[in-house]
């Protein structure tokens, strides 16, 4: 059968207007809709015509032109799901072929062209669409289209190739991109799929494939998604990407995918190059660490609360702290502002184990042990009169100020300083040593978060390329300024707690003692008397540590010294028991041991991680531990605290009234 539908040997297919509409026919050599031998095919600019599931088992499984005329389809043409056994399966013509308006689907099954033209092919504008997973392919001697065909229906593309080829960049869907090439005098131009490390993911686009990012975990024709740890930035399209970036706070950069999320690459609350900063409109950066960001409360409604906690705990600590000043008789302290010291010293410690293993893949991927660690990460740091529930930024977003660090600092410089003028007035030394070993750590832990050195890894194909960054240096300072000004204030810290306790402790001989003086010796053996200054020291370092070194930039060299500093304080009490009753010798070697133990399965949690390893049961197990360990450790020596504290009250309401 030479023709399925309409056949025409000596005559020509003219539509000056109306539609016509071919469907279901099929032929045995040539035209399953339409075949015409000698003629011309003509079609005005408001005709309609539809080639609707022809096929035939030669060529042209919608239109057949066997005449050296003209095709000239002037108006709306569509061929749809038409087939040909050989070639032309839409349309097959030896004469000049000019296309006006043309829709095209699914015309393309196991590789054959679409448009066959052995003369030449002109088109104007081109929308094709399939879902047969085959790209369109056009051939002809000379094919000129005056418009970018659209292409961005297809999946996997679409060819126009011939000897002279004027063609723009056609439209291409995500996952194929703009490929040009001539091999044998022959020019090719199209979409075609992004071959294996390449990436297109704009829709509707003139685009070539470009390479996946290097740290990509996926990397798929329409879909890259980034390793966790690792960021990269959109430059001026979603294509444009930076090198990657490895974030040195691996929490920041969870690994998004693109092109779904391409609105933040960071976690939530992150922001900016390698997610360093934080996102001002809903987070501020965390007191007492660096390279984390916490959510603030919603406006002015939290900011009664947070005041109120940090205000009360500030006076709080601070005033059992003052009571270990005031003794009954020379050389005598109160129990409670011991425990109270060995309760800092030991959230300072178990602050670094919990933090360090809230860090880890295991405890973000599980909400039950993420929120475990976050509970005993907020018991541990009741004891710290610094921290609150949020930080000092959120309360000066919370106030309707903009959050800034150096302001937050004169913030949280203010207060604590308040509080200590309440008793300065009249107890001035004691108001000054006892406020010191209140709020000194943290004092020196928030001006390290001004000289934090992070590295800044940008990720090549051809290896890494690394510098160091200070993010969070004043405006105003250079990196040498910057570390004199804030460095030298932290040693001068130091400094006071070395040089100024141990002159206090050893060398005053004053009777009766005064009480800024019994508050640091009292509770300690007279060969031992600068005991004080040993934990003092101690709980500065473990403030420092998670600002100086922060745990997912520098996790080995962050466990590592946290490891030896409580080895060496475990040795030293063990040899020499400094205080004048064993049991709280015994209290402090336990809590030492407990958190050195803390620190052992933070340590060997990150090992895992950093080996990518999937979180087991033994995490689980150990990070319930951890978790549990912290909790109940502060909260058994809270309630003893409060006991005692209860106790000499009662204590000293007998001795007044006799």
């Known amino acids: 059968m030479l023709a399925g539908g309409i056949g025409l040997q000596n005559g020509s297919l003219v539509q000056e207007d109306g539609m016509l509409w071919i469907s279901d026919c099929h032929a045995g050599q040539a035209g399953g809709a339409c075949s015409i031998q000698e003629g011309d095919v003509k079609q005005t600019g408001t005709g309609e015509i539809f080639f609707d599931a022809c096929s035939s088992e030669g060529v042209g499984g919608g239109l057949c032109a066997f005449s050296r005329g003209s095709v000239k389809l002037m108006g709306k043409s569509v061929f749809q799901h038409c087939v040909a056994g050989m070639s032309g399966a839409a349309l097959y013509s030896i004469a000049p072929t000019t296309v006006a308006s043309s829709t095209i689907i699914d015309t393309t099954i196991r590789?054959?062209?679409?448009?066959?033209?052995?003369s030449s092919l002109v088109m104007q504008n081109v929308s094709i669409s399939g879902t047969l997973q085959?790209?369109?392919?056009?051939?002809?001697?000379?094919?000129?289209?005056?418009?970018?065909?659209?292409?961005?229906?297809?999946?996997?593309?679409?060819?126009?190739?011939?000897?002279?080829?004027?063609?723009?960049?056609?439209?291409?869907?995500?996952?194929?991109?703009?490929?040009?090439?001539?091999?044998?005098?022959?020019?090719?131009?199209?979409?075609?799929?992004?071959?294996?490390?390449?990436?297109?993911?704009?829709?509707?686009?003139?685009?070539?494939?470009?390479?996946?990012?290097?740290?990509?975990?996926?990397?798929?024709?329409?879909?890259?998604?980034?390793?966790?740890?690792?960021?990269?930035?959109?430059?001026?399209?979603?294509?444009d990407l930076s090198p990657p970036r490895r974030c040195a706070a691996p929490k920041a950069c969870p690994g998004r995918s693109l092109p779904d999320e391409r609105s933040s690459m960071c976690a939530e609350g992150y922001a900016g190059g390698g997610c360093l900063h934080c996102d001002g409109t809903t987070h501020a950066a965390a007191d007492g660490q660096s390279l984390s960001c916490t959510k603030c409360g919603d406006g002015r409604d939290s900011l009664p609360m947070e005041m109120a906690y940090l205000t009360a705990k500030m006076l709080g600590i601070f005033t059992i702290a003052l009571l270990g000043g005031f003794t009954q008789k020379d050389e005598e302290t109160t129990t409670s502002s011991i425990l109270l010291n060995q309760l800092m010293a030991f959230s300072a410690a178990g602050l670094v184990?919990?933090?360090?293993?809230?860090?880890?893949?295991?405890?973000?991927?599980?909400?039950?042990?993420?929120?475990?660690?976050?509970?005993?990460?907020?018991?541990?740091?009741?004891?710290?009169?610094?921290?609150?529930?949020?930080?000092?930024?959120?309360?000066?977003?919370?106030?309707?100020?903009?959050?800034?660090?150096?302001?937050?600092?004169?913030?949280?410089?203010?207060?604590?300083?308040?509080?200590?003028?309440?008793?300065?007035?009249?107890?001035?030394?004691?108001?000054?040593?006892?406020?010191?070993?209140?709020?000194?750590?943290?004092?020196?832990?928030?001006?390290?978060?001004?000289?934090?050195?992070?590295?800044?890894?940008?990720?090549?194909?051809?290896?890494?390329?690394?510098?160091?960054?200070?993010?969070?240096?004043?405006?105003?300072?250079?990196?040498?300024?910057?570390?004199?000004?804030?460095?030298?204030?932290?040693?001068?810290c130091f400094a006071a707690v070395g040089v100024g306790w141990s002159y206090l402790a050893v060398m005053t001989k004053e009777s009766p003692t005064p009480a800024h003086v019994s508050y640091l010796r009292s509770a300690f053996n007279p060969d031992h008397s600068a005991a004080e200054v040993e934990r003092m020291?101690?709980?500065?370092?473990?403030?420092?540590?998670?600002?100086?070194?922060?745990?997912?930039?520098?996790?080995?060299?962050?466990m590592a010294c946290a490891s030896i500093l409580l080895v060496l304080v475990l040795v030293i009490f063990v040899h020499i028991k400094p205080y004048r009753e064993m049991w709280l010798n015994h209290v402090e070697i336990a809590l030492v041991t407990i958190a050195l133990l803390m620190v052992f399965m933070a340590k060997w949690l990150l090992s895992r991680d950093v080996e990518g390893t999937e979180g087991s049961a033994v995490d689980v197990f150990l990070l319930g531990t951890l978790a549990s360990l912290g909790f109940t450790v502060a909260i058994g020596l809270t309630a003893s605290l409060l006991w005692f504290l209860f106790g000499e009250r009662q204590g000293r309401e007998l001795l007044e009234d006799l």
């Open 537 to 558: 020291v101690r709980k500065m370092l473990f403030r420092l540590l998670p600002v100086l070194l922060p745990v997912g930039a520098y996790p080995a060299s962050h």
């Open 111 to 118: 590789s054959q062209v679409s448009f066959f033209v052995r």
């Open 353 to 492: 184990a919990v933090g360090a293993a809230a860090d880890t893949t295991a405890a973000r991927a599980d909400e039950t042990l993420g929120g475990a660690l976050q509970t005993a990460r907020q018991v541990l740091a009741v004891s710290q009169a610094d921290l609150g529930l949020t930080s000092f930024e959120c309360i000066l977003s919370s106030a309707g100020r903009a959050s800034s660090m150096g302001v937050a600092q004169v913030l949280s410089t203010a207060l604590p300083t308040l509080v200590m003028l309440s008793a300065g007035m009249r107890y001035p030394y004691l108001a000054l040593v006892a406020g010191s070993n209140c709020f000194l750590p943290g004092f020196a832990a928030s001006l390290g978060k001004f000289v934090v050195v992070v590295p800044d890894v940008e990720v090549e194909e051809t290896g890494e390329k690394s510098q160091l960054v200070m993010p969070d240096l004043p405006q105003g300072f250079t990196v040498t300024t910057g570390v004199m000004f804030f460095g030298g204030l932290i040693l001068l």
């Open 134 to 239: 085959q790209p369109f392919q056009a051939l002809a001697r000379e094919i000129n289209i005056t418009q970018p065909p659209n292409c961005s229906l297809l999946a996997d593309g679409c060819q126009f190739t011939a000897t002279s080829l004027q063609v723009p960049p056609p439209l291409c869907s995500q996952g194929t991109g703009v490929v040009n090439l001539t091999t044998d005098g022959q020019s090719m131009i199209g979409c075609e799929k992004c071959p294996q490390g390449f990436m297109q993911l704009m829709d509707a686009k003139s685009e070539a494939c470009r390479p996946c990012p290097a740290s990509a975990q996926i990397c798929e024709p329409a879909r890259v998604k980034m390793r966790p740890g690792y960021m990269v930035t959109i430059r001026s399209s979603i294509n």
